[in-house]
């Protein structure tokens, strides 16, 4: 592939994932004045990744990699939407959806990095290595910390029950027990103080 090609397939990709600051999400910003979107979202993890990457269960962790995915990980939303986490019915077609997202979108690249995006991507939703699964502790962290500074706001506008929030959050242990610590911690606190219609 000739060098102005690969740019030009680059920029390609780079003005197609703009889109990602159209998809809103369910959680608030703190000050409650309006949705998160899934780039802010994405840039919030990836500073929480460089923060409390100490906190990790693995050591050796591989920062860079952990930051690749956070900054990537819900790009195939532009054509998927955001699919809330307590949503069972539209997370029974998630994966489909997602799949054939990810192969338009990463497709943009050159064959190579469009091939490291779907690696990182799918390393990402498999969590089985430490990078995804710390990856998964922050996605998981960032909307329980947006939810307790508004009052609970989304788990009270869908009817959430507190024991519903710990059961999808169990699996942060995996990437870093100090911060499954924290989240069990922030969630009773958010039970005491009445932010769950429960």
């Given at each position: ?61 591989d ?7 956070v900054?990537?990980h ?15 019915k539209?997370n ?12 338009r ?12 995006f779907?690696?990182?991507w ?18 998981r ?34 990437g ?11 969630i ?11």
């Amino acid at each position: 592939m000739a060098a102005r090609e690969r740019l030009n397939d680059q920029i390609s990709f780079i003005l197609e994932i703009d889109k990602l600051k159209k998809i809103y999400r369910q959680s608030l910003l703190t000050d409650g004045s309006r949705e998160e979107n899934d780039a802010e979202h994405s840039w919030h993890l990836a500073i929480m990744a460089i923060v409390l990457s100490e906190h990790a269960n693995d050591h050796q962790l591989d920062i860079l990699k952990v930051l690749k995915m956070v900054l990537i990980h819900d790009i195939v939303e532009i054509d998927a939407g955001d699919t809330f986490i307590y949503d069972t019915k539209g997370n029974s077609s998630k994966a489909e959806r997602e799949k054939k997202a990810a192969e338009r979108i990463f497709g943009f690249l050159p064959k190579d990095q469009a091939q490291e995006f779907r690696n990182l991507w799918e390393e990402f939703e498999t969590r089985e290595t430490s990078e995804a699964k710390f990856a998964a502790v922050l996605d998981r962290l960032e909307p329980l910390l947006l939810n307790s500074k508004t009052e609970g706001h989304t788990w009270k506008k869908f009817s959430i029950k507190s024991e519903t929030v710990f059961q999808k959050n169990q699996h942060v242990q995996e990437g870093s027990l100090v911060l499954g610590e924290y989240v069990n911690e922030l969630i009773e606190n958010c039970i005491s103080k009445g932010y769950f219609n429960e």
